[in-house]
């Protein structure tokens, strides 16, 4: 995680190279992770192979994410599980997105989600969203309502009746706050607070039901974040994240609940001209676990 991901709105979900700390005129990218203890593909559960064996970006000219694909292993060979489409409309704005569940052709494919964006000048003021269900689908619409100083509620509905309700509001230099999250019932049940430097910068965020907080602790250098430790509503790390001196992760210290003792996973990178990372090797403990190869095309 870079410092830019800490700063991406909570109001677009459209995605640009920066979002993924790429430099330069990227074209696509594809990332494929070897398990090196069993010497086939896997998912890492860190930077592109998180949930997925393999992915593929691909970007237009004014750096829009426009396609991501998802890969996982079938029968010992890379497969696709699924695809989204981005579409952007003449004012470079997020228009609709429409993933597709392929599952390497294994099944039918269908429409697993789509999502239709709706503006007022450059203001989200309305997303509509379809997700197909095992038993039954399901379809939300949410509303964005803005005052002078920018984003003040989101309502989400499900099914033409109000599910819940998300107030946002600013502290004294105009950053993000506090975010309070109702049901219906006006029941609170999510927090989220921020503790910002005069940047606007979290230096601590609380999050969590309200008698359940978790909570971030994040420290930064001159340009990029340092490092970051959660800690459980209990008041326990659980987790160190600690970044170099271009805001690359260096290594993550993790409890591990089965064994009650903390791992150490450390990231090896090489970069290519335009400083884009192509090889990461990510050890557990001092042992090689993981390798994610990219190849990068650059529009010419």
Same mark, same amino acid.
């Given at each position: 995680?870079?410092?830019c991901?800490?700063a991406?709105?909570?109001?677009? %979900?459209?995605?640009?190279?920066?979002? !993924?700390? @790429?430099v330069?005129?990227?074209?696509?990218?594809?990332?494929?992770?070897?398990?090196?203890?069993? %010497?086939?593909?896997? =998912?890492?559960?860190?930077?592109d192979?998180?949930?997925?064996?393999?992915?593929?970006?691909?970007?237009?000219?004014?750096? $829009?994410l426009?396609?991501? #694909?998802? !890969?996982?292993?079938?029968? /010992?060979?890379?497969?696709?599980?699924?695809?989204?489409?981005?579409?952007?409309?003449?004012?470079?704005?997020?228009?609709?997105? #429409?993933? +597709?569940?392929?599952?390497?052709?294994? #099944?039918?494919?269908?429409?697993?989600?789509?999502?239709?964006?709706?503006y007022?000048?450059?203001? @989200?003021?309305?997303?509509?969203?379809? $997700?197909?269900?095992?038993? =039954?689908?399901?379809?939300?619409? +949410?509303?964005?309502?803005?005052?002078?100083?920018? @984003?003040?509620?989101?309502?989400?509905?499900?099914?033409?009746?109000?599910?819940?309700? +998300?107030?946002?509001?600013?502290?004294?230099? *105009?950053?993000?706050?506090?975010? @309070?999250?109702?049901?219906? $019932?006006? &029941?609170?049940?999510? &927090?989220?607070?921020?503790?910002?430097?005069?940047?606007?910068?979290?230096?601590?965020?609380?999050? %969590?039901?309200? *008698?359940?907080?978790?909570?971030?602790?994040?420290?930064? /250098?001159?340009?990029?974040?340092?490092?970051?430790?959660?800690?459980?509503?209990?008041?326990?790390?659980?987790?160190?994240?600690?970044? /170099?001196?271009?805001? *690359?992760?260096?290594?993550?210290?993790?409890?591990?609940?089965? +064994?009650?003792?903390?791992?150490?996973?450390? !990231?090896?990178? *090489?970069?290519?001209?335009?400083?884009?990372?192509?090889?990461?090797?990510?050890?557990?403990?001092?042992?090689?676990?993981?390798?994610?190869?990219?190849?990068?095309?650059?529009?010419?």
């Open positions: 995680m870079w410092l991901l800490l991406v709105s909570p109001i677009f %979900g459209q995605q640009r190279t920066a979002d !993924f700390a @790429l330069g005129p990227v074209e696509n990218v594809q990332s494929v992770t070897i398990a090196l203890n069993v %010497g086939k593909t896997a =998912a890492s559960g860190f930077l192979s998180q949930n997925f064996d393999s992915i593929y970006w691909q970007f237009d000219r004014q750096r $829009n426009i396609v991501q #694909e998802n !890969f996982l292993d079938y029968r /010992g060979k890379l497969g696709i599980f699924d695809r989204t489409i981005y579409q952007i409309n003449p004012q470079n704005q997020l228009e609709k997105s #429409e993933t +597709t569940l392929i599952q390497n052709d294994e #099944e039918p494919r269908k429409i697993a989600q789509r999502k239709t964006y709706y007022l000048g450059n203001r @989200l003021i309305r997303m509509d969203e379809f $997700n197909a269900g095992r038993n =039954a689908d399901q379809y939300w619409v +949410t509303n964005s309502v803005y005052d002078a100083k920018g @984003l003040k509620k989101k309502v989400f509905w499900m099914e033409d009746e109000i599910f819940s309700y +998300t107030d946002f509001t600013l502290d004294h230099f *105009q950053h993000p706050w506090q975010e @309070l999250t109702y049901a219906n $019932n006006e &029941q609170l049940t999510h &927090q989220k607070v921020y503790e910002n430097n005069r940047l606007g910068l979290p230096l601590r965020i609380r999050y %969590g039901h309200p *008698q359940k907080m978790n909570v971030e602790k994040l420290s930064y /250098g001159t340009k990029y974040l340092v490092e970051k430790q959660v800690y459980d509503e209990a008041g326990v790390l659980i987790r160190t994240e600690q970044y /170099g001196a271009q805001g *690359q992760i260096e290594e993550i210290h993790q409890l591990n609940y089965n +064994t009650r003792q903390t791992d150490v996973y450390r !990231f090896e990178f *090489q970069k290519d001209a335009m400083n884009n990372w192509i090889f990461c090797e990510i050890s557990k403990n001092g042992q090689p676990r993981y390798v994610i190869k990219r190849k990068i095309k650059y529009f010419k």
